[in-house]
């Protein structure tokens, strides 16, 4: 038996990017990082890669979607494309968290990683993970994906952790003057080419989760918005201060 | 030997219905199922597009497999995938748009982009009525006011459209304002049974020469409001019944005529009714009426209520005779909420 091929889709954020993981092998990546609508790009860029590779699309054994946080209707089109090839080419499918994915771009055994995406609000979609310090280097999470105020978020990493955090993602852009200021010395930014979202880095997650589940359906690839859509809510705070 | 038949898979996400059906030959249906999202907007009074798109996403693929269920077909069996990509709600018509590529390119089949406004068109052909041209088609629903000439060739031209609330969307407002329910169109066209249409009379835009086959509701609508407000501010007891038939007869009289004059002055044959208000029992009637008495050599078609509504066989139906001519879609596909009538 060859070793699964996974299709790695990533639309959460402004890159819009695919990839292509044998094993450990990374295949191909091809990933645009411009202000291109993700609609128009994903379909076309994930036909190129394969084309590029030498792989028909028959040959796909599972794919692995980056379902969010994220723009909504950035993540829709990658979830909703992800969904469908699943469907037509009969594979199984996965939902990856954007910010699990993120921290995979943080090598460095036993570091703490503190992947940021801006969530408009006042409101970042963040969490907490540590690498493991020996193989395999696993993500161990210490704080669950969420959207929170970077106050809060602040105000746990000092009371909780005292080694150095690294910073990364496409939040870094809004809000790195912030981070140093709340956190002089503890606080490390990714450098820039680092930040962007990845599809080789999504497949690997994925990876994993299909070794979990290796037959997951394409129904269960959902969203994982992180939040409820705005009518909703407000109308929650009317009924009776509800808060989210 | 006799041909295989064509078979579409069509596929609909532009507004608060996801739908999937499969249409032979541009035809007969085989399928068209509909998963009405009416409910979960019924207490924000609209369509809320967030919500919309959410829900769209959570239906849709699983809607398509009991689709090709029910047809008794399997996707390698198709000829083609057709989508509605415009007009519409971006974040809604993303999803189908997405998902019809997606579906495509892993079956390796090629994708029909078709106009959702000029697929209502083809709900009539689906009841197999056999229609003269040049015809008039009215397409009114929570979404459009549209008039629209169609020849022999099958060339679509706008006529007008309206400059601001929707026939639908009029109906939507009123009654909610009324405190009667969503969606108003059904509420509304019950109640009015009960009421006297020439209690109040409430302002028809017939916008003169500079949009003879233009509509505009918001005027009514404001006037619906207004009459409330005085209403209960001289304390007056309101005759709900006599309300919403007044302001049903006045809505319902500009679209008759405006159809009326479109069908005399470019002598059509036909006139055709859809969209979601083509269902108003007394648009149906007055428009057979009128027709009867002015111009008794026109046909009126309209669809079956199943049909009029959004659905995804008029969609399959649509990308037909585009399959038939090869005109597909390429993988960059956009939706495109502002598509105009005529255009590819
Ligand atoms: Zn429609």
């Known amino acids: 038996m060859r070793t699964l091929l996974i299709l790695g889709i990533d639309t959460t954020t402004l890159s819009c990017s695919v990839a292509l993981l044998r094993g450990d092998t990374l295949l191909a990546e091809m990933t645009l990082n411009i202000k291109k609508t993700h609609s128009e790009r994903l379909m076309p860029l994930l036909d190129r890669m394969l084309t590029e590779s030498g792989i028909e699309r028959e040959e796909l054994g599972a794919i692995a979607a980056s379902a969010g946080p994220g723009s909504f209707t950035g993540l829709r089109i990658g979830v909703s494309t992800a969904r469908a090839l699943a469907q037509g080419l009969g594979i199984p499918a996965v939902p990856v968290c954007t910010l699990g994915a993120m921290a995979e771009a943080v090598p460095a055994p036993g570091a703490l990683i503190c992947p940021l995406l801006d969530a408009r609000r006042s409101e970042v979609y963040s969490a907490l993970f540590r690498r493991g310090k020996k193989e395999p280097y696993a993500l161990e999470t210490l704080l669950e994906p969420a959207a929170l105020a970077l106050e809060d978020l602040f105000a746990l990493l000092r009371e909780q952790y005292t080694g150095p955090v690294t910073f990364i993602g496409e939040g870094l852009q809004s809000y790195s003057a912030q981070i140093e200021t709340a956190l002089p010395g503890q606080a490390m930014a990714a450098s820039a080419p680092f930040r962007v979202c990845r599809a080789a880095l999504v497949a690997l997650r994925g990876k994993s989760l299909l070794r979990e589940k290796p037959g997951a359906s394409y129904l269960e690839l959902l969203p994982g918005y992180l939040r409820r859509p705005e009518a909703e809510r407000l109308a929650a705070e009317r009924q009776g201060g509800l808060k989210q | ?344």
Not at chain 2, 107 to 126: K, T, W
Not at chain 2, 191 to 197: L, S, V, W
Not at chain 2, 266 to 295: D, F, K, P, Y
């Open chain 2, 1 to 344: 030997m006799k041909e295989a038949p064509v078979l579409i898979l069509g596929i609909e996400t532009s507004c608060d219905e996801t739908a999937a059906a499969v249409v032979a030959d541009g035809r007969r249906i085989l399928s068209n199922l509909v998963s009405s999202q009416v409910e979960l907007h019924a207490r924000y009074g609209g369509v809320v597009p967030e919500i919309a798109s959410r829900q769209h996403l959570l239906l849709l693929n699983p809607l398509i497999d009991d689709a090709l269920k029910e047809a008794g077909v399997q996707l390698k069996d198709l000829q083609a995938i057709a989508v509605s990509h415009g007009p519409g709600l971006v974040g809604a018509l993303l999803i189908g748009v997405a998902t019809a590529k997606a579906l495509a390119y892993a079956a390796r089949l090629p994708l029909v982009a078709v106009n959702h406004l000029e697929a209502h068109l083809y709900a009539n052909q689906l009841e197999g009525a056999v229609i003269s041209y040049p015809a008039v088609n009215l397409i009114v629903s929570g979404g459009h006011s549209e008039l629209l000439l169609i020849d022999e060739s099958g060339a679509i031209k706008s006529l007008g459209r309206t400059r601001d609330d929707a026939a639908g969307e009029a109906f939507d407002k009123v009654a909610r304002v009324l405190e009667l329910g969503y969606p108003g169109g059904p509420l509304i066209d019950k109640m009015a049974r009960e009421g006297n249409p020439a209690a109040i009379d409430f302002p028809r835009a017939w916008l003169g020469n500079d949009g003879p086959y233009d509509f505009s509701f918001s005027g009514l609508k404001t006037a619906v409001i207004n009459h409330l407000y005085h209403a209960r501010r001289r304390g007056e007891q309101i005759n709900m019944p006599d309300l919403v038939s007044s302001f049903q007869e006045a809505l319902v009289e500009v679209l008759v005529e405006k159809t009326i004059a479109a069908a005399r002055d470019l002598e059509a044959q036909t006139v055709l009714l859809s969209g979601g208000v083509a269902a108003n029992s007394h648009l149906r009637r007055r428009m057979q009426e009128r027709l009867r008495a002015s111009l008794p050599a026109v046909t009126l078609h309209y669809p079956d209520l199943k049909l009029c509504t959004d659905n995804a066989a008029m969609i399959a139906a649509a990308a037909y005779p585009l399959y038939q001519r090869k005109g597909f879609a390429s993988l960059d596909l956009n939706a495109d909420p502002g598509l105009g009538i005529g255009r590819p």
